[in-house]
């Protein structure tokens, strides 16, 4: 089982940054796949930027330049770094992480931390 705790969302005005961090409760080594998620109400979740145990990283076209995925293996954390931030970026964002074995794989979900861009 992983839990993840997202934390960092908050109010900030267009053009400003916010950077997400997410803990996991296991060692990150051990995670195969790392992601943010964000819903919008009245949306579905879509993909905002992933990274993979070998560091490799996807964003969403919506976020390319402006947002980055990395993560610290000594505290177990995952961010992502936003800039630019418009009223377009306003939702809750999920960490997301998924264990995957030869027998299984499973994915975990945090509880969100609420962004909102807005002057």
């Known amino acids: 089982q992983v839990q993840l705790v997202e934390s960092g969302g908050g109010l900030v005005q267009p053009g400003g940054s916010l950077r997400l961090s997410c803990v996991a409760s296991v060692s990150i080594f051990s995670i195969n796949a790392m992601g943010w998620y964000r819903q919008a109400p009245g949306k579905q979740r879509e993909l905002v930027a992933a990274i993979t145990s070998a560091g490799d990283t996807n964003y969403a076209d919506s976020v390319k330049g402006r947002f980055t995925i990395s993560t610290d293996n000594a505290k177990n954390t995952l961010y992502l770094q936003m800039n630019n931030l418009t009223p377009e970026d306003t939702a809750v964002y999920y960490c997301?992480?998924?264990?995957?074995?030869?027998?299984?794989?499973?994915?975990?979900w945090g509880r969100g931390t609420q962004v909102t861009v807005s002057s």
């Open positions: 997301n992480a998924t264990v995957a074995r030869s027998s299984f794989k499973n994915t975990y």
